[in-house]
């Protein structure tokens, strides 16, 4: 197989990352009571991996459990303190609730999670890093930061419509392959969906049916492959499993307006 070119790009506005400032590891009983009357300077998550805690915020009042997360606000008045006599949580502070909001994490909201084991092995790993406090570190500690709020995010997903997961390797799987003839009935079958379900959810998360995102897939390929290597016309035709390559310059110049040898040569 002749290799095939195409980019992959975030293509939305830069992300702003959370700058990580700290951690604590809080093991608390009754005695432990804090009152912020000028809320906390920065944002910050709660975890709860034992016991219960007690947080109010403003005029809002939030019991923290085990298997529970909780993004504060900065600048509200804040009280929290352990219920029970038993309240252990790792407790984080960053500089911007961005990301939080970009990853469609609720902020000021008690969360149930299922992933605290892996939660609690990250905010381990951040803390030993910043005992040891190897090259790097710094860096080290804001990369768990985002490995953490992605396995909330990634749970969380507060919209099944919005995301179809069960197509992530469908897509995949057509990426590694747009060099061969794929079929839709294999997607489908691949997918385990129903026909009808496929091509629903297939166009709610990309907007096309499934030919018109290998179509489309595939003469981007040939597009980049234009641009940057020696391959005839008639080659990406074929590598890229089109009829031939007079069906491939018909659908090429349907696309971006202009043959492909006319599109080489004017690059």
């Given at each position: 197989m002749s290799y095939m070119n195409i980019p992959y790009v975030l293509g939305k506005a830069p992300i702003t990352f959370p700058q990580f400032i700290s951690i604590w590891k809080v093991q608390a009983n009754d005695a432990y009571n804090i009152t912020n009357r000028e809320g906390f300077v920065v944002p910050g998550l709660f975890i709860t991996y034992e016991g219960k805690g007690i947080l109010s915020q403003g005029n809002n009042r939030h019991e923290l459990q085990a298997g529970t997360f909780f993004f504060v606000q900065e600048a509200i008045v804040t009280e929290y303190r352990c219920q029970d006599?038993?309240?252990?949580?790792?407790?984080?502070?960053?500089?911007?609730?961005?990301?939080?909001?970009?990853?469609?994490?609720?902020?000021?909201?008690?969360?149930?999670?299922?992933?605290?084991?892996?939660?609690?092995?990250?905010?381990?790993?951040?803390?030993?890093?910043?005992?040891?406090?190897?090259?790097?570190?710094?860096?080290?500690?804001?990369?768990?930061?985002?490995?953490?709020?992605?396995?909330?995010?990634?749970e969380h997903e507060s919209s099944p419509t919005s995301r179809?997961?069960?197509?992530?390797?469908?897509?995949?799987?057509?990426?590694?392959?747009?060099?061969?003839?794929?079929?839709?009935?294999?997607?489908?079958?691949?997918?385990?969906?129903?026909?009808?379900?496929?091509?629903?959810?297939?166009?709610?998360?990309?907007?096309?049916?499934?030919?018109?995102?290998?179509?489309?897939?595939?003469?981007?390929?040939?597009?980049?492959?234009?641009?940057?290597?020696?391959?005839?016309?008639?080659?990406i035709a074929s590598h890229l499993q089109f009829y031939d390559e007079f069906h491939f310059s018909k659908l090429f110049k349907r696309k971006y307006g202009q043959s492909p040898s006319t599109w080489r040569s004017s690059r």
């Amino acid at each position: 197989m002749s290799y095939m070119n195409i980019p992959y790009v975030l293509g939305k506005a830069p992300i702003t990352f959370p700058q990580f400032i700290s951690i604590w590891k809080v093991q608390a009983n009754d005695a432990y009571n804090i009152t912020n009357r000028e809320g906390f300077v920065v944002p910050g998550l709660f975890i709860t991996y034992e016991g219960k805690g007690i947080l109010s915020q403003g005029n809002n009042r939030h019991e923290l459990q085990a298997g529970t997360f909780f993004f504060v606000q900065e600048a509200i008045v804040t009280e929290y303190r352990c219920q029970d006599d038993n309240w252990k949580f790792y407790y984080l502070d960053f500089s911007s609730l961005d990301m939080i909001r970009n990853l469609q994490l609720p902020v000021s909201t008690v969360e149930t999670t299922g992933k605290v084991a892996e939660a609690v092995l990250l905010c381990e790993r951040m803390i030993d890093t910043l005992i040891a406090e190897s090259f790097g570190y710094a860096y080290s500690a804001n990369i768990i930061l985002q490995q953490l709020l992605v396995l909330l995010a990634r749970e969380h997903e507060s919209s099944p419509t919005s995301r179809q997961t069960e197509l992530d390797n469908i897509l995949i799987y057509i990426h590694r392959n747009m060099d061969k003839g794929i079929r839709v009935e294999e997607l489908i079958e691949r997918s385990g969906l129903s026909r009808t379900a496929f091509f629903s959810r297939f166009r709610a998360l990309t907007g096309q049916s499934p030919s018109e995102y290998m179509l489309n897939l595939k003469l981007e390929s040939a597009k980049v492959s234009l641009e940057t290597t020696s391959l005839t016309v008639k080659e990406i035709a074929s590598h890229l499993q089109f009829y031939d390559e007079f069906h491939f310059s018909k659908l090429f110049k349907r696309k971006y307006g202009q043959s492909p040898s006319t599109w080489r040569s004017s690059r």
